[in-house]
């Protein structure tokens, strides 16, 4: 939207000279002294956190229109209206006013604004500069083997950037991260060409997604891209995803506010919804067109047969065979059910296993939770199945068998379970393994497939912290050129895989192995 306290021209002038030293998007507070989420105010150049920290920047903004604030003033200005204080974001320079309670994408008629942006930007690269000076001095002083590396830092870890939390988002960063390191997939997006959705007189100029907009002007598919592009470039420790939380606002209603939200809920909705854009179908109306691997995704988030691939089922997408006997006459039915990831429940036998250390008892293993999975089992009298010979809903057995493997194995753990009055979380450490998950004694025709094709690495683990999923936190940690790293929100720091497998899993990604002939396949 366009805030009318610009276009007056009135008092958008902050003193440059004021503004603390160092990188903006590492400024503190002047309140709390906060480094997370700075905002600037363009009216008096103070700094101040966010919202969804302590809130400070809003409160200066109250403060400002209190008559109390300023005891000199008269009657007749304290009847006036209140001022529009505009201020700009230090690490992605948008700019918000707090009167409006909205984005503001246009300017003073001098261009104050962009003079700041100008200013800030420039004051960050200087910043980046001078840090990426000393990190080279201090590995110039330094063997390339030596702890520097194992020590949250090092220089390996110049190259991550970090997802700032825009209130409750570790969802959203842990998932994010998670892709972003599984390079077939990242590599189609970034290589994507750039969307430009300006028009009229926001053209030639950035554009700042506000809540004002209609849904036509936004593009989960663009926004994802630019998330991509910003990570693992090192030109800033942390990114700030605030235009892609947007569009998620706009269409994905259930993730709207600033709850703590289900991570593993979160890559469904957003996988279906980039797969629904990249077919080019907003109503989610299925394509004529079949594809070769004969997988697509339906607009109530379930696979299909027949449809319009794209990237997220090329890679993603599997199918199951789902075999159900009557006990009564002996009719087997089969149906194909595609899927882009496969929910494990955690055996109850293993259910009090909390830790990997824990003497008494088994290890739950990974093994463990697909074999419950493919296992034969009969189903409870709430599952009765409606047997077409018998024509009445009979005792019957099902039993699941992988028919087509995907590209990249997304193993989802149950973790969560309702109980009659609350949703508790299963603690259990289940092993699992960081390379030669071996899938080919879970397909339904083992013979057909190579050596090797069944064979799957460890890319990703999104880790669930604390006891509930409205509560607790979440953090990722992902594999990137030989080397796993720890992402927490803002924080990336280096690790080592004794940490990685110690881990207690809520998803796993893994990747296939590829075989020497299959290197140069493409989507």
Not at 148 to 176: E, H
Not at 366 to 390: A, G, I, N, P, V
Not at 491 to 513: G, N
Request: aromatic share 10%; charged share 25%; glycine share 6%.
């Amino acid at each position: 939207m366009e805030c009318p306290h610009l276009n007056s021209s009135v008092c958008i002038a902050p003193d440059s000279s004021r503004f603390p030293s160092g990188s903006p998007s590492s400024w503190c507070c002047s309140v709390c002294r906060s480094n997370k989420s700075p905002w600037v105010c363009l009216t008096c150049s103070s700094v101040h956190c966010g919202r969804y920290v302590n809130g400070h920047a809003k409160k200066h903004f109250e403060d400002t229109q209190s008559p109390a604030s300023n005891h000199k003033k008269s009657e007749k200005n304290e009847k006036e209206k209140p001022q529009h204080a505009v201020c700009m974001d230090c690490s992605s320079y948008s700019t918000y006013c707090y009167r409006c309670d909205d984005f503001v994408v246009n300017d003073t008629k001098l261009g104050m604004v962009q003079k700041v942006r100008e200013h800030l930007q420039n004051l960050e690269n200087s910043a980046f500069a001078v840090d990426r000076h000393r990190k080279r001095k201090l590995l110039e002083s330094s063997s390339l083997n030596s702890k520097l590396l194992k020590d949250n830092g090092g220089a390996s870890a110049l190259c991550a950037t970090g997802l700032r939390n825009l209130g409750n988002t570790c969802f959203m960063n842990a998932i994010l991260q998670s892709l972003s390191n599984i390079q077939q997939f990242c590599c189609y997006f970034k290589e994507l060409p750039a969307v430009e959705l300006r028009s009229g007189k926001t053209a030639g100029r950035r554009m700042y997604h506000t809540r004002s907009q209609g849904d036509t002007s936004v593009s989960l598919v663009e926004e994802f891209r630019k998330t991509l592009c910003s990570l693992w470039q090192g030109s800033q420790t942390a990114f700030s995803p605030e235009s892609l939380f947007y569009v998620i606002w706009k269409i994905m209603p259930n993730f709207r506010g600033y709850q703590q939200q289900d991570a593993h809920e979160f890559m469904r909705y957003l996988l279906d919804h980039l797969h629904l854009e990249l077919q080019g179908d907003c109503n989610g109306v299925s394509r004529s067109t079949i594809p070769p691997d004969g997988v697509m995704l339906s607009a109530g988030g379930k696979c299909c047969i027949n449809g319009t691939s794209t990237v997220v089922t090329a890679i993603f997408g599997g199918v199951l065979q789902n075999e159900v006997n009557c006990l009564i006459c002996g009719t087997e039915s089969r149906k194909f059910d595609p899927f882009l990831d496969l929910s494990l429940d955690i055996p109850s036998q293993f259910r009090n296993k909390r830790t990997k250390n824990q003497e008494s008892g088994l290890i739950c293993t990974l093994r463990d939770c697909l074999r419950s999975f493919t296992d034969l089992e009969e189903l409870d009298e709430t599952e009765l199945y409606m047997c077409h010979k018998c024509k009445k809903r009979q005792k019957s057995t099902k039993k699941f068998w992988i028919q087509k493997l995907p590209k990249v194995l997304c193993l989802h753990l149950k973790r969560f379970h309702w109980t009659a009055y609350l949703r508790n979380k299963v603690d259990t450490y289940v092993e699992f393994p960081l390379r030669g998950l071996d899938m080919k004694c879970y397909l339904l025709e083992p013979e057909n497939s190579g050596p090797e094709s069944c064979l799957y690495d460890l890319a990703a683990v999104v880790v669930h912290h604390g006891s509930g999923v409205g509560s607790g936190h979440y953090t990722a940690y992902a594999t990137h050129e030989g080397r796993w790293f720890h992402f927490n929100d803002s924080t990336v720091t280096l690790t080592d895989e004794d940490t990685v497998v110690k881990a207690k899993a809520y998803i796993l990604f893994y990747v296939e192995r590829q075989t020497k002939s299959g290197t140069d396949a493409k989507l």
